[in-house]
């Protein structure tokens, strides 16, 4: 290189890392620290990347792992409208057993007339598993004819009756009455759930809950963040919505670019390589 450029290149690192040394603000925004603390919770142990929580700070995984662990020592997974106990996470086999939180009391009753909530892309359901489907505000006249009219329970829904039917592992839109008259019900939910072992009542098998593997989008950056930084961590800039890789408490030295979190000194010029 001409020495000129040299020079050049050595005060644009300079300037650069003043730059940031005056402008990166000192407070905990920058620090990318405790990512090698795990998540316990009740039953739950050792829980690291890609999930989050308790110990672990948000920025140590993607936002779909966000853990937190409620007053009886239950972890909390939320995705969108619902929130699901974890009741068994194995890191080997990526695969947790989830529950809905709103049938945690042993009811089949719920207010959230809601289906899955996960992402279908992270979050794969084992397909072995059985379907619940609830139906919900059904035309009378139509469940007579079908033969379901066994298979109902009645919700006190503050201070209101409401009548539930439900179907285990058949689509209820497709079963048919004598009278070739479909189920007409203003809506409908599907639950998974495990193959019943016992006679537990439908409460207790919505409780149970099902098994999801879980699948890390960004596992090819995390390889590679592992592979060029022993000892760094994966995690997560939210913001950029885009996995970074983390060393000592910052950025890793290299290309990365973060709108949240800045590369502070000692300084590499992240267009050098
Ligand atoms: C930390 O700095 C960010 C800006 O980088 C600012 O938005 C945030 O309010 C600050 N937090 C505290 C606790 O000072
Ligand atoms: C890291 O953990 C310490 C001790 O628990 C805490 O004081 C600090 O705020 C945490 N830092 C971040 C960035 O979460
Ligand atoms: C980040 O916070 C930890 C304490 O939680 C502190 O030991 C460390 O020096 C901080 N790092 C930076 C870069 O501010
Ligand atoms: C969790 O980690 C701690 C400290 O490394 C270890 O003593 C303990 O046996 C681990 N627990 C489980 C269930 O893996
Ligand atoms: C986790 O999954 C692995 C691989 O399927 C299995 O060998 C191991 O026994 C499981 N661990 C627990 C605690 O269930
Ligand atoms: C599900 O996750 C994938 C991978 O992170 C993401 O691309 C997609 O936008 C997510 N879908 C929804 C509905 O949030
Ligand atoms: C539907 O039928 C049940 C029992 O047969 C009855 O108790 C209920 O009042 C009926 N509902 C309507 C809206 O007709
Ligand atoms: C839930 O999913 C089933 C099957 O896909 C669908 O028929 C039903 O309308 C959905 N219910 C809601 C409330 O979105
Ligand atoms: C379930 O079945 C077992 C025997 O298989 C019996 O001992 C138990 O009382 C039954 N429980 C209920 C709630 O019916």
Known sequence: MHPLATTTSFLLTLLFCLHLTTSAPSNDSNNLSNCSQTFSC??????????????????????????????????????????????????????????????????????????????????????????????????????????????????????DTEEVFYVINSNPYNLYSTRWRKIECKTSIQVPILPRTSNGSLGEVLKEGFDVSYIDPYSADCTRCYKKHPGGYCGFDAQL?????????????????????????????????
């Open 42 to 159: 009740g039953t739950l142990k050792n829980v690291t990347y890609p999930f989050t929580g308790g110990l672990r700070p948000s920025h140590c995984g993607p936002p779909e792992f966000g853990l937190t662990c409620d007053a009886d020592s239950v972890t909390i997974l939320k995705a969108n409208s619902l929130s699901y106990r974890v009741t068994h996470l194995n890191h080997t086999s990526q695969t947790l057993r989830l529950s809905r939180s709103d049938f945690h009391d042993n009811s089949p009753c719920t207010l959230e007339h809601t289906n899955n909530t996960l992402n279908n892309s992270i979050f794969l359901i084992d397909p072995t598993l059985e379907t619940l489907s609830l139906l919900y505000n059904c035309d009378n006249n139509s469940i007579s004819s079908s033969g379901l009219t066994n298979n109902r329970f009645s919700c006190d829904i503050n201070g």
């Open 241 to 273: 919505g885009k996995p970074i890789c983390i060393c000592n408490d910052q950025l890793c030295p290299g290309k990365q670019k973060s709108l949240v979190f800045k590369n502070l000194c000692p300084c590499e010029p992240y267009w050098g390589n």
